[in-house]
DNA sequence: TATGAATGAGGGTTCATTCAT
DNA sequence: AATGAATGAACCCTCATTCAT
């Protein structure tokens, strides 16, 4: 959360509208149609500019991809480190992709779409980051299986799984029917559904 | 299963050399960076023939999303018609998804990567399968929750999600990270993994 | 007019059908956007076919041509040696560029279209035909001019090009508009005006 | 005459550079067969530099196509407002197509050969600026009959055709057979032949 | 004769990137 | 910092023609 107020605090350098110009382009058009000159057009710079700042589309797309991991990871580490609660944890990670959906909708969409499936835009580079990621996520589930609430029968990586990929369905299923989150109310629901449903199927 | 094996069995035609070879060449480049040069090379025909079979690259992969389309739909049929069990119905359709990437991986892949969450791609005739199919899944859940043993205080729709995600995940991950499924005693353990917490955390 | 009842009466052959079904498409389409595959639809046979019977697109398209230059030259054969009124002379050239037009629209659509202004499609021996044709209207011109009938002190070729171009203007008008003769009178009309025209302002 | 100046004292800019190598390619080869590296050779500019100027191969003949209406009408327009000799005001047309040929010749043949009788290439619009034109000439000839001077028992339209059949298939000839005016005396020798023989022949 | 599968050269267009100003 | 002219590789698709059957 810390790390998104300082991204929406940035000051409105050039650098930063040409990101934000990006973030909207790409998730309207694709990354594959999202042209350079669109995304200059977007922010209402010439697209000789983009140049000045990102080194190549590869960069600006990859400023993109560090914009989500940061903040991702800021928010694995800050969960990671605040008590034993692993059920707490759990929902805290729920909650952080829903609230970003919620107040980044652009951001979540090219992350869902050009990100967590693309083969055709995972480097070597981009598919560690989901490498840690998903090691961070099972750390928290196997602190759950040592302190014996969860239960230990299956690998932690498969209830990682499991809970990620619930978790994610319904982020998925926004960002395609392009449906924002129609209020606390909701998303508290959804909260609830997937931490009870995964929590008492996978605690002892 | 029938279906697949129709598949399996086709004479070796041009068209069906064409195909397989669209798979192959899209799953490891990406439908983008797929040129249809590359579909004939693998082909091992001349350019031209393609245009003969297929009207346009997008023809062609739209023969590729039937025919995932027209054996999962024929799976989600068979099922859904089969009897009472819904626990079983679900264990089959998990089955289905780990059976599908274990004989046809292009096809698993492609679906994943290009059909799952691609906007880029995403026509409204191509969103309609993803509907349908959610349907069909929410059908056999509220089927489950009508019948008493899925808890109804949560809705069908955002059950649905939860055990489709899960369920997707564990491809996904294969997927990606182009791991083979190790043998029949890992399938178990997956479909018993994913079915075990489905089944307990959403039951009454 | 002969050469016309011979084409007519031509048995209707294969031959025959792709030749008759080439004019219908060049028409519709141009030579260009014609592809040698309309053609064997229209004549409702296979494309290979059209190569047994035809050597190429090109040496297709020179039957076309000479069909019309045959007809063309049998009716300036006869014409020429008919007797000495020029007058008549001429106004048999025009009633034979109208008649043809009513009786074949196709063929003058090509003519007109393809053949009288296309520097794309003239080959060397294709502005032969050209020459000759313009060689013999001059010859008959020229001989009204000896006869001190039409005034000699403009180039026997002048009044060639005044002549033909006023009745192409009438025939050109009407394929472009795809309007047809609507009728014996508008035909006579049509006859008069460039008769009386040309010969009152050329004669001396 | 203004409108030509205009165009030729163009600042040689890389547009118009384009379109003067567009305008010899097309000439000599045909619009089908001018391939857009052709033009681009011919400019001495790269392959994607003329995308940066024109939208496509048909806006840029397009432009080719203006550059010849407008000149033409603005001559008209001129022409029409002038006086009331109408036999001053067809010679003035007739000296119009003739300096241009000798000062524009590839725009000239551009014209003759892909507009003037090309259905392939012929759009709507394109057809509206031929219907326009001949309405303007008709509105002289009209004129001439209004005022007596022409002879009022042939339709306008007819006239029309004939003086511009006339005239048109001189511009035409040179044309086809490459061949430059081969002075003013013989330019002069052509307007005399067509007006007198179109006057002597339509006057009362 | 007849079919249509098979070939492959060719051309229009796109767009990331560079560079002179 | 800023512009947009300039470059050219890349790729989809068309279609005349050939050829095996």
Redesign the interface.
Known sequence: MSARKRAASLPETKQHLIFEAALKVIRE?????ARMSDIADRAGISYGLVYHYFRSKEDLFDAVLNRWWDELFALIDAVAGEGDDVRAKLGQVIRYFLDTYQQNPDLT?VF??EI???????TRDR?QH?KRFFAQMEDIIREGQRSGLLRGD??AR??T??????????V??MV?ADQPLSGDAQKE??VE??L???????SV
Do not use: C, D, P
């Open positions: 058009k694709g990354l594959h149609r969409t869902v779409t967590s499936r693309s083969t055709a835009n995972l598919l989901f299956f690998k498969y209830l799984y499991i809970f990620f990929g619930a978790m994610e369905a319904f998925s299923a395609l629901q959804i559904s997937i009870t449903v995964f929590w008492s199927g996978a």
